[in-house]
């Protein structure tokens, strides 16, 4: 069984940064891929970024390309989400995920970027 925790989220001013992490523990074989999706009340789950586990690169959505910045640390099974220049349109639930055989997801966290 794999357990996942995020955290990070927070209320943030626009133009602000937070980091996300995500760390997994348990029972699970390879990991394929770690990564975010977030989503807002009433919108379905919208992909953020992924990180491929092997070689560590990174996929992003094009709407924040160029301001988040994936990273993972193998070691400690943990993945991390460098948010920079957040904009009131990155406001949401951050759900981190791990895929193995399966797609495991954690709590969730609430990102709030006001001013």
């Known amino acids: 069984q794999v357990q996942i925790v995020d955290s990070g989220g927070g209320l943030v001013q626009p133009g602000g940064s937070l980091t996300l992490s995500c760390v997994a523990s348990?029972?699970?074989?390879?990991?394929?891929?770690m990564g975010w999706y977030r989503q807002i009340p009433g919108k379905e789950r919208e992909f953020v970024a992924a990180?491929?586990?092997?070689?560590?690169?990174?996929h992003y959505a094009d709407s924040v390309r160029g301001r988040f910045t994936i990273s993972r640390d193998t070691a400690k099974i943990t993945a991390y989400l460098q948010m920079n220049s957040l904009t009131p349109e990155d406001t949401a639930v951050y759900y981190c995920?791990?895929?193995?055989?399966?797609?495991?997801w954690g709590q969730g966290t609430q990102v709030t970027v006001s001013s």
């Open positions: 995920y791990l895929q193995n055989t399966d797609r495991n």
């Open positions: 348990g029972q699970f074989d390879n990991i394929y891929s």
């Open positions: 990180i491929s586990w092997q070689r560590g690169n990174g």
